[in-house]
């Protein structure tokens, strides 16, 4: 029995001898794990909403607006057409709508300044540009949450006062001619384009910097007016805070 004692006694202390090591690698396994998923579980913190988020899927709502008003008939109603879409859903819709306001060009399709050089030369060619400026200005103005919709507007907006520079310079040496007085005195910006103007700057679809980039082009008249203007906080949505180095 002795024997048999000391032989149950040996593989005991045997066992405890082994048992320590596996105890410890499991406790540093145990670590590891910890860790991968901590490290895995940060990274989908951090990236899953971005792929979850279609990438034109920001949806503009239909708001009332509490900013200073623009001026009355600066923004006329859209009746709900532009409730839900995106911003560059609303620059379609917006543009199908201009191009039925104005006077007709061939095809219905809303034109762009830079295809209507010839326009400024002449009272009808003024009368469509001007309308024009004005629907752009006016018609679906959540459409300039689209960097790509704002850069293309401010763009515009310096051909307008560029384009009528030129025309007035092109037209001085005319001054008496049966032509020059067939357009008048002098050709100016509308009054209505320069009050659309304005209220996107008060509203902050427009930025400092666009008004910089616009006054550029613009007569000093305008210039004077536009500088007193500071744009306040853009009504666009904010972007995810995902989103921020984007």
């Known amino acids: 029995m002795t024997d048999l004692q000391d032989i149950r006694s040996r593989l005991r202390d045997d066992v405890r001898r082994g048992a320590s090591p596996d105890e410890g690698g499991g406790r540093n396994y145990t670590l590891v794990f910890a860790i991968c998923g901590a ?89 469509r540009i001007n309308e024009q400026m004005h629907c752009l200005l006016t018609e679906g103005p959540m459409r300039y949450c689209s960097p ?16 009528i520079d030129q025309a007035n310079r092109q037209f001085g040496a005319l001054r008496g001619s049966e032509t020059r007085k067939s357009v008048g005195d002098e050709i100016a910006p509308e009054p209505r384009v320069i009050m659309a103007l304005e209220a996107r700057l008060r509203d902050g679809q427009l930025t400092t910097a666009n008004r910089d980039m616009i006054s550029g082009e613009a007569p000093r008249w305008v210039r004077d007016r536009l500088v007193k203007i500071e744009p306040h906080q853009s009504l666009c949505p904010a972007k995810p805070w995902w989103a921020v180095w984007r």
């Open 39 to 127: 490290v895995i579980g940060f990274a989908l913190f951090l990236f899953v909403p971005r792929f979850l988020q279609a990438p034109s899927s920001a949806i503009v709502r239909d708001v009332g607006v509490t900013r200073p008003a623009a001026e009355p008939g600066v923004r006329p109603p859209d009746g709900g057409r532009y409730a839900g879409k995106s911003p560059d859903e609303i620059a379609v819709l917006a543009d199908e709508v201009c191009s039925l306001r104005g006077p007709a060009r061939p095809g219905g399709k809303m034109p762009r300044l830079s295809d209507a050089t010839a326009d400024f030369l002449n009272p009808d060619g003024m009368k």
């Open 148 to 163: 790509a919709q704002q850069r293309m507007i401010v763009g515009e907006i310096a051909l307008y006062f560029h384009g």
